[in-house]
């Protein structure tokens, strides 16, 4: 009688999908092998870990350039390279991207990030990667965030048409307290061209020197646009992978 009502016990439980958590005093569990902390339950469940895995899971943020938007040049490649890999990733589409401004662009960036930690990461294109910079210059000190990747980010612009110097002049101009940057950031490496028509090669030595990056040149990639025949980056994933691992 006893066994029956076992059986039937076991039947009901797995019918309505019940599940029992086993405390142990501490031990060995006789079919994992495993060791069993004490006072502590022994459960399988797969929403535990996926709890545990989303409570854990890296973000990544990747800001677009000026007159672009989250879906411009390599920026869906990139994007869908890390969501197969696990990674939640944000593509925004910036205010006003024809005439950006850094009283826009930075609220914005920090409004979407929310509560940002070591486990939020940023990658930027050109001015998408300024706006970065001074969202990591804005932060409070108790923030530190995992890093950024910069693909053509500048300090100096060159070849710009006379209606776009005046748009470009507060981002160029407005100082940026680089060691409050780095003190709110971990690593940061930039990503530049040799033939960037806008962003001359010199800005490499400004974000090492300036912002302690490590710098990647490229040669022959433009400004890193599909104009430029660039459609990705895997300089970027390789180094966002090696930055989170």
């Not at 469940?45 to 990544?60: A, E, I």
């Not at 005439?99 to 940023?122: H, M, Q, Y």
């Amino acid at each position: 009688m006893l066994l029956a009502n076992s059986v039937m016990l076991a039947f009901f439980l797995a019918f309505f999908g019940v599940k029992i958590l086993v405390c142990r005093g501490g031990g060995t569990g006789r079919r994992t092998g495993l060791k069993i902390p004490r006072g502590q339950p022994h459960e399988s469940s797969t929403l535990s870990r996926g709890t545990k895995k989303f409570m854990t899971q890296k973000r990544v943020f990747i800001i677009h350039g000026w007159g672009d938007n989250g879906t411009s040049h390599w920026i869906p490649w990139l994007k869908n390279e890390l969501t197969s890999r696990g990674f939640e990733v944000l593509t925004p589409s910036m205010p006003e991207t024809e005439t950006p401004k850094i009283e826009n662009w930075v609220p914005t960036l920090a409004k979407i990030v929310g509560t940002p930690d070591e486990n939020t990461f940023f990658v930027g294109h050109s001015i998408g990667c300024q706006t970065i910079v001074r969202y990591f210059e804005s932060l409070p000190p108790s923030v530190k965030t995992g890093g950024a990747v910069f693909v053509a980010g500048f300090f100096k612009l060159t070849d710009l048409a006379e209606e776009e110097k005046p748009i470009a002049a507060p981002w160029l101009e407005t100082p940026i307290d680089t060691d409050k940057v780095k003190e709110r950031t971990g690593q940061l490496v930039a990503i530049f061209s040799d033939n960037d028509h806008y962003v001359p090669v010199l800005n490499a030595d400004i974000f090492s020197k300036r912002l302690g990056a490590k710098t990647i040149i490229e040669h022959g990639r433009g400004h890193f646009t599909k104009k430029d025949g660039v459609n990705e980056v895997p300089n970027a994933l390789e180094t966002l992978l090696q930055m989170t691992s």
